[in-house]
């Protein structure tokens, strides 16, 4: 039973309002600042609506931050894409050596949802 009171219950709620189904990449995924090329962690499990990812700097919940991946081949003509993600919950990972943070990927453009579909279904375990 979810509690505000247990240690993930943010990261429990965002589970259950989910709109798909997230898969974990067989392949290694890593997202950037699209704006400053900074690198923002290697994907932990994602769907066309919302990522997990893992990153060495706490991320703030409630921020847009602007997103890219490059591709491990090119899907629909392209080797990259970009798109916005809101940061739902960010804490601590289990090893207390990075942050888990999970993002909802709302408002997706056709093009870039379309090449997320494809990178799902060729690269999920």
Do not use: H
Not at 25 to 38: A, H, I, K, Y
Not at 59 to 81: D, F, H, T
């Amino acid at each position: 039973m979810l509690s505000p009171n247990t240690k993930s219950f943010a990261m429990d709620a965002a589970v259950l309002k989910r709109k798909s189904l997230r898969q974990a990449p067989n392949v290694p995924l890593r997202v950037f600042n699209r704006e400053d090329g900074s690198r923002l962690g290697p994907i932990g499990n994602i769907s066309v609506d919302g990522l997990m990812l893992f990153s060495a700097s706490q991320l703030l919940p409630n921020e847009i931050y602007p997103m890219a991946m490059v591709l491990p081949v090119s899907i629909k003509g392209s080797r990259s894409v970009a798109f916005d993600g809101e940061c739902v919950w960010c804490e601590y990972s289990e090893d207390r050596a990075t942050y888990v943070a999970g993002f909802s990927l709302d408002g997706l453009d056709k093009s870039s949802n379309e090449i997320l579909q494809v990178l799902i279904r060729s690269y999920a375990i």
